[in-house]
């Protein structure tokens, strides 16, 4: 089992930038894929990226290819997501999540394990 903390949120004008960190203890990220979903105030948890557990493969969601990039530093255990050129739309909670499986998933049901959530607002 993985415990996920995420930090980094915060409130930045449209066009900033901000890195969001997904800490992991219980178990390592090499164990799992990683995934970043939102959900913005009376939405559905979307996908944004997902990250191999080898962090050589990453996979995004099409509103946000170009401009937001994940990685995972083994060594620290953690999960990154930069994201830059932000949005007012990009506003929301932003969680991470870790996934057993093999491939890499945008479904937020087949994910098994989640953080508690950082919020995001993107100023316009």
């Known amino acids: 089992q993985v415990q996920l903390v995420e930090s980094g949120g915060g409130l930045v004008q449209a066009g900033g930038s901000l890195t969001l960190s997904c800490a992991a203890s219980?178990?390592?990220?090499?164990?799992?894929?990683m995934g970043w979903f939102r959900q913005a105030p009376g939405k559905e948890r979307e996908f944004v990226a997902a990250?191999?557990?080898?962090?050589?493969?990453?996979y995004y969601a099409e509103s946000v290819k170009g401009r937001f990039t994940t990685s995972k530093d083994n060594a620290k255990n953690t999960v990154y997501l930069q994201m830059n050129s932000l949005k007012p739309e990009d506003t929301a909670v932003y969680y991470c999540?870790?996934?057993?499986?093999?491939?890499?998933?945008?479904?937020?049901?087949?994910?098994?394990?989640w953080g508690q959530g950082t919020q995001v607002t993107v100023s316009s």
């Open positions: 999540a870790a996934d057993r499986s093999v491939v890499l998933r945008q479904s937020a049901s087949a994910y098994d394990y």
């Open positions: 990250i191999y557990f080898s962090g050589y493969s990453t």
């Open positions: 219980g178990r390592t990220v090499t164990s799992y894929n």
